[in-house]
């Protein structure tokens, strides 16, 4: 059974960081897409940041480029989010999902984690 459990969020200032963790367990993830995804209450959710399997260039969101790195862990089955320079419009439920695929014009994930709330306060 696929386990993905994300751990980080929090309550932070604006201008601050903090930094999300991700694990995977359950399989192996080696070949598959890894991203991190946010709702806030009221919007819909949006991919923040997805880091492709070909070892390519990580892919982010307009809103969070150049405060936000996604990056994968030593162990294939881990991958983070360093945010900097947070904020209040950061304020949402953080996802992480693996073995994601183009959906709708954007992406989704097979295996989600139940979410970690980030609170930006201004």
């Known amino acids: 059974q696929v386990q993905v459990v994300e751990s980080g969020g929090g309550l932070v200032q604006a201008g601050g ?3 999300l963790s991700c ?3 359950g399989r192996a993830f080696d070949n598959y897409d890894l991203g991190w995804f946010r709702q806030s209450p009221g919007k819909e959710r949006e991919i923040v940041a997805r880091f492709p399997v070909t070892g390519g260039a990580a892919v982010y969101a307009d809103s969070v480029k150049g405060r936000f790195t996604i990056s994968r862990g030593s162990a294939k089955n881990t991958v ?3 945010m900097n320079s947070l904020k209040p419009e950061d304020t949402a439920v ?3 999902a693996t073995n994601l695929f183009p959906d709708k ?3 989704t994930g097979l295996y989600w984690g139940k979410g970690t709330l980030v609170t930006v306060s201004s």
């Open 17 to 19: 960081s903090m930094r």
């Open 23 to 25: 694990v995977a367990s």
């Open 80 to 82: 983070y989010l360093q």
């Open 94 to 96: 953080y996802y992480c």
């Open 105 to 107: 014009g954007s992406w």
